[in-house]
C-alpha cells in the first residue's frame, strides 16, 4: 500500500531514457519533469515521434528490457520513487495504483484470451475474490464504460468487437482497481469522430467518479482543450513548453506550440489549404544537443538557435518555455530561417 507524501501525486524530475540502436545508444527523451496533482488532467502534446510514449512507458516502467532503459532521473507516485522499485513491486503498483491506456487497444488486447479472462485477470492480480465475484465486478465494469450486453462481451474475444467497444474494455481494465492514476496515451486513435467523442466524454465522467487524476498523451489538440487543465508541449525528446491550458490556447510562446496551433482547421478559414509545419521530428539517430532542435523547422530561428542550447525557463508566473527567443542573454535575432 502506497504511503501519502507531501509531493503531488506524480512528480517526474529530470527523467532522461533511450534505446540502444546498433549498439549506440540514443535518448528518446531527456531531463523530462513534469508534475500532475490529485484530481487533475495534465496533457502532453506534440507530433508523433516527439517521446511522448516513451514518456510513458517509462513512468509505467515498462520499456522493452532488451534494448531500453532509464539512464537517470526520478519517478515519483505518492512520494515513493518507482525508478528504485522492482519488477515485482512495481506489478503490485501497476493495475492499482498507477494504470494505463495503450495507444491500440488490438494489439494490447491478447487475441487468444476472452474478454473476461483478460478483464477478471487484472481483479485478481490485486485482489482476494472468488471468480464469480470477479464475473460480477467484470460485468460491472463493462456496464460503467457503456457497453450494453456486458454478459455477452465477456466471453468474446477482441477480434469480435468494434475498435470503439474495444477501447471501451481497455478503460474498464484500467479503472477496475481504482487507480489514483490514469496514463491514458492516444486513447481516440483510429476512432471515428463520434466514438472520439464518446471516449473523451466516459473518461471526463469516470474522472469524476472516481476523482481520479490522468496523464493525457495526444497530438489532438482540440481534446487538450476540451479535457485538460494544465499542458505539457514536448519536440524531439523534450518538454519545449508547459502551462495552464487556457494560456497555452491564448498566449503561447514556443514557435513550434505556435505552428501547432496554427495547424488547427478553423472555420472561418477561406483557404482551400491548410497551414502545416515544414519538415518532419529528426530520427532518434540525428538528435543532436548542440542548438535548439527545432530551429531547423522554425520560423523565427536566429543564428544562436543553431549553436546555443536552450533551458526551458519560466517566462511568467506558471509558464515555462524553452526558446532563446525570450532569453536577454543571447541578443543575436539575425533569423536564419524565412
Given at each position: 500500500m502506497l504511503q501519502s507524501h507531501p509531493r503531488d501525486l506524480l512528480e517526474v524530475e529530470?527523467?532522461?531514457?533511450?534505446?540502444?540502436?546498433?549498439?549506440?545508444?540514443?535518448?528518446?527523451?531527456?531531463?523530462?519533469?513534469?508534475?500532475?496533482?490529485?484530481?487533475?488532467?495534465?496533457?502532453?502534446?506534440?507530433?508523433?515521434?516527439?517521446?511522448?510514449?516513451?514518456?510513458?512507458?517509462?513512468?509505467?516502467?515498462l520499456l522493452p528490457k532488451e534494448n531500453a532503459c532509464i539512464v537517470s532521473g526520478e519517478i515519483y507516485l505518492n512520494g515513493l520513487d518507482l525508478t528504485k522499485k522492482t519488477d515485482k513491486q512495481m506489478d503490485e503498483i501497476r493495475g492499482k495504483n498507477i494504470s494505463m491506456i495503450f495507444q491500440e487497444p488490438m494489439t494490447a488486447l491478447n487475441p487468444v484470451f476472452s474478454i473476461g479472462f483478460q478483464l477478471t485477470e487484472v481483479l485478481f492480480n490485486h485482489l482476494t475474490i472468488s471468480k464469480r465475484e470477479?464475473?460480477?465486478?467484470?460485468?460491472?465494469?463493462?456496464?460503467?464504460?457503456?457497453?450494453?450486453?456486458?454478459?455477452?462481451?465477456?466471453?468474446?474475444?477482441?477480434?469480435?468487437?468494434?475498435?470503439?467497444?474495444?477501447?471501451?474494455?481497455?478503460?474498464?481494465?484500467?479503472?477496475?482497481?481504482?487507480?489514483?492514476?490514469?496514463?491514458?496515451?492516444?486513447?481516440?486513435?483510429?476512432?471515428d469522430v463520434t466514438i472520439q467523442a464518446q471516449i473523451l466524454e466516459l473518461l471526463t465522467e469516470i474522472q469524476d467518479q472516481k476523482e481520479m487524476a490522468i496523464l493525457l498523451i495526444t497530438h489532438d489538440l482540440g481534446v487538450v482543450a476540451e479535457l485538460c487543465d494544465y499542458v505539457l508541449v514536448m519536440y524531439a525528446g523534450e518538454i519545449i513548453e508547459k502551462t495552464d491550458v487556457e494560456r497555452l490556447f491564448y498566449a503561447p510562446k514556443h514557435p513550434y506550440t505556435e505552428a501547432l496551433l496554427g495547424s488547427i482547421p478553423k472555420l472561418e478559414q477561406t483557404r482551400h489549404t491548410l497551414d502545416s509545419i515544414p519538415g518532419v521530428v529528426p530520427p532518434l539517430t540525428k538528435l543532436s544537443?548542440?542548438?535548439?532542435?527545432?530551429?531547423?523547422?522554425?520560423?523565427?530561428?536566429?543564428?544562436?538557435?543553431?549553436?546555443?542550447?536552450?533551458?526551458l525557463k519560466e517566462n511568467e508566473p506558471g509558464h515555462d518555455v524553452r526558446c532563446l527567443l525570450y532569453d536577454t542573454s543571447y541578443p543575436n535575432k539575425t533569423r536564419v530561417n524565412t
Open positions: 529530470n527523467l532522461s531514457a533511450g534505446f540502444t540502436i546498433d549498439n549506440q545508444f540514443y535518448h528518446a527523451i531527456r531531463d523530462v519533469s513534469l508534475k500532475v496533482k490529485k484530481r487533475e488532467v495534465v496533457g502532453v502534446v506534440g507530433e508523433s515521434g516527439c517521446g511522448k510514449s516513451v514518456m510513458s512507458l517509462s513512468i509505467m516502467k470477479a464475473n460480477e465486478r467484470a460485468v460491472a465494469l463493462l456496464q460503467q464504460v457503456g457497453i450494453s450486453r456486458p454478459d455477452k462481451v465477456l466471453k468474446e474475444y477482441p477480434h469480435q468487437l468494434s475498435g470503439g467497444m474495444r477501447q471501451r474494455v481497455m478503460i474498464a481494465m484500467a479503472i477496475a482497481n481504482h487507480p489514483q492514476l490514469l496514463i491514458a496515451d492516444e486513447p481516440t486513435t483510429a476512432l544537443d548542440i542548438g535548439c532542435r527545432f530551429a531547423d523547422r522554425c520560423p523565427k530561428a536566429t543564428t544562436d538557435c543553431q549553436c546555443v542550447k536552450p533551458e
